[in-house]
Nanobody
Framework: QVRLVESGGGLVQPGGSLRLSCAAS????????MGWYRQAPGKQRELVAD???????NYADSVKGRFTISRDNAKTTVYLQLNSLKPEDTAVYYC??????????????WGQGTQVTVSS
């Protein structure tokens, strides 16, 4: 119903930066919130950061002060700026969006994931 396409992952050295992007597309949809989650090997998926339609942001304690979530003016693309990266930030990062779509049906959509690897 709502498609999410992510980009921007890659390999970076500790202390480096990356910027992830996630673009939402679909028909007659509204977004209540968009966010980024990550899943490292052998671990559960966890929330990294999210942003509501009103612009309120929320961050995991482990990334506060290092990561920044933002969005474009159309509010259909969300970005995650990752600074001061650490090896423990290595994971597959997934974009998520929740809202209402065609026929006023609620949706909870996920992107395909993008790999972030922090290693020297």
């Amino acid at each position: 119903q709502v498609r999410l396409v992510e980009s921007g992952g890659g390999l970076v050295q500790p202390g480096g930066s990356l910027r992830l992007s996630c673009a939402a597309s679909g028909i007659a949809f509204s977004i209540n919130a968009m966010g980024w989650y990550r899943q490292a090997p052998g671990k559960q998926r966890e929330l990294v950061a999210d942003i509501t339609s009103g612009g309120r942001t929320n961050y995991a304690d482990s990334v506060k002060g290092r990561f920044t979530i933002s969005r474009d003016n159309a509010k259909t693309t969300v970005y995650l700026q990752l600074n001061s990266l650490k090896p423990e930030d290595t994971a597959v990062y997934y974009c998520n969006a929740v809202g209402t779509g065609l026929g006023n049906k609620e949706y909870d959509s996920w992107g395909q994931g993008t790999q972030v690897t922090v290693s020297s």
